[in-house]
Nanobody
Framework: EVQLVESGGGLVQPGGSLRLSCAAS????????VSWVRQAPGKGPEWVSA???????YYADSVKGRFTFSRDRAKNTLYLQMNNLKPEDTAVYLC??????????WGKGTLVTVSS
């Protein structure tokens, strides 16, 4: 069974940094595309970043240069390093996995609040 559990969210001041983690089980990174998606209060989901099964990494323009998506195969964990955070980055951050058969899996999310 595929499971994704996010952690690392919290309250941070503008300009600060956070590192989110997503502990994955039930699959191997090499065969799945993985992503971070965020949902701000009162808004729809917004794609943030992805690593495809080939290892290529992609970012939304809104986070490019500030966020870094990485994966640790030994720990089966995904990371989203977020630097120079802005109030508009406030959202619930969810990690997702897309299997070769087309099924999507989602974690429950972790809340990031950027405020002074």
């Amino acid at each position: 069974e595929v499971q994704l559990v996010e952690s690392g969210g919290g309250l941070v001041q503008p300009g600060g940094s956070l590192r989110l983690s997503c502990a994955a089980s039930g699959f191997t990174f090499g065969s799945y595309d993985v992503s971070w998606v965020r949902q701000a209060p009162g808004k729809g989901p917004e794609w943030v970043s992805a690593i495809n099964s080939g290892g290529s990494t992609y970012y939304a323009d809104s986070v490019k240069g500030r966020f870094t998506f990485s994966r640790d195969r030994a720990k089966n964990t995904l990371y989203l390093q977020m630097n120079n955070l802005k109030p508009e980055d406030t959202a619930v951050y969810l990690c997702t996995a897309h299997d070769p058969g087309g099924k999507d899996y989602w974690g429950k999310g972790t809340l990031v609040t950027v405020s002074s």
